[in-house]
């Protein structure tokens, strides 16, 4: 008796959690993720600044879409670029002894990156003679619900070095010594990598879900970790041939795609009485998968000289992750295959997850 209510209250768990994912996931896709990037030039006491960040922040935060349209217009961003000025200024600026440096604005321009499009300006600084460290502040959706979807890829030149920086969360100030050869060290390049590549997994509830709703059926464990080793190896070439442009796919296909994977796999898991393959098939979807990795990636221009270990360490730190949940995942679902009842809860379960990756594929196409 004691054994049959541990393993209702194992279902509730993992029901739980399923249904959590799926509502963080609707409130995420509410707002799209938030991107800006930061190119930061260091030329002795001249610093120069240029700054974008993705269309729809700018919307929102501005009021600058005169015709509702969802879109920005150069015209548009012309009419409101002194509301938008103020915005980024109040949000982004340089510190020289906890005095903010005045900066002078260039032009404002709508670009399009990649599949995303973005304003972006140029601020330009002029230093004191005496001045030995500088901190960049971002408080971008800082008292903001949306601070947790916000990040900021920084990239700084001094002397032709370049080192990476991400910006996103509570930790969003950078101190740079400028009188020194290199403005900051590029040892620390692999660490960001590795912390976006957890971080990015774990926001992407659609590639969480696709993991999780391969683990659901009852298989030997061989074939468990078969599952897992092929999702690695097909992401990881997609993720790097999708960095180097040698793959190029829009991101609605590659996201529409990524969320129909969630409903085939759901699909089967309703139909079959046993599944057979499920790591080729693993393999096929992590291709697709993997393109979706890049995306984020492909926002960044990451200097050659250490291309292979930021690409590395991201793949890395999404490992990290995927292992951590399989790990976790797994006694769960052992535990919940001795009940008689294991698998009427696999369907009602997938039914949740058909039903989820519907809904991405519709908002996907149509978005």
Known sequence: MLLSKNRKLAFVIIFFIVSSILGVARLVDAHAYSASFGDLTID????????SIDELSVIESTGSDSNNDGRLTQVEVDSSQS??????????????????????VGTMTVEQRKDMQVVSVTFSYLLSEDTKEITLIDKFYFDSKDKATYTQFLKVEKNGEISEHLLKGDDRSLTLDVTSENAASTSSSWITFFVLGMEHILTGYDHLLFLLVLLLFKQPFKDYVKIVTAFTIAHSITLTLGYLDVITLSSKLVESAIALSIVYVAVENIIRKEVKHRSLLTFVFGLIHGLGFAGLLSEMEIPKNHLVASLLSFNVGIEVVQIALVALVLPILHFMQK????????????????LVGLYWVIERILG
């Open 339 to 354: 009940s008689k009842h294991y698998q009427k809860g696999i369907k009602v379960v997938s039914v949740l997850m058909v």
């Open 83 to 104: 509301s938008i000025t103020e915005w980024m200024s109040r949000n982004l600026y340089i510190e020289v002894g906890g005095n903010i440096q005045r900066a002078e």
């Open 44 to 51: 002795g006491q001249n610093l120069t600044l240029t700054f």
